[in-house]
């Protein structure tokens, strides 16, 4: 509201207070109205009202290829950013993809359904700032890891808008070991005479990433 003044002005009543402070995920319609002590000539246009079509944070989802995998083998991330909107989602929009240890960063497959504005690699974080996602669609983001690990294996993902809103989800996969095991024999002679005695000898190898047992 506002006090009266000089030019005749006695009070202003504002609608939505809410609309100014925080961004809803829905539609507002800001009305204004105003009044004065003198006698009104015109009672038409003392109301207006300017209604605003709020574009709400998309919606994320993280899948993978393989929820179970073995360790040093490559899997594929599938990043979806839903924007639910009636309305084009034309603001940057930074998707990181946080991974944990056991999972290293091979490359960006391809982006679907936005564009790029950057992407950025810094350690286990991924980032990639993205824009214009058209509106009730989606735009995926897929990329190629290397499987350096065993057990469950988490995989933050996160979105942040323009004003710092963010959303984050997760998606786990299970590591098995594996093992890559060599045998090799040889022997002291491959022409022996009667009643010489042959020695064999085997040597056993394990070219794999993870400890092998019960070796037989």
Known sequence: AASPGGDGLERIKDYSKKAVKEVVSKNIDNAV???CGEKEI???NKRDHKPVVIVP???????????????????EYYLTVN???NNNYTKNLTVIDNLPVGLIFSGTISIEGAD????????????WIINNIPAKSIAVITLKVFVNGTGDLVNNLTIIDINGKNDTVNCTITSDPVADLEIIKFVSSTIPHKN???????????KGPNTAVNTK
């Open 116 to 127: 790029l504005v950057v992407e950025n690699v810094n350690g286990q974080n991924i980032s």
């Open 57 to 75: 944070l998309p919606e994320i989802q993280k899948s993978v290829n393989t929820t179970r995998t073995y360790n040093h083998r490559f899997v």
């Open 83 to 85: 924007n639910t909107g």
């Open 33 to 35: 109205e105003v009044r």
């Open 42 to 44: 015109n009672y038409t």
């Open 196 to 206: 010489d005695k042959i020695i064999w000898t085997i040597i056993v190898t394990n």
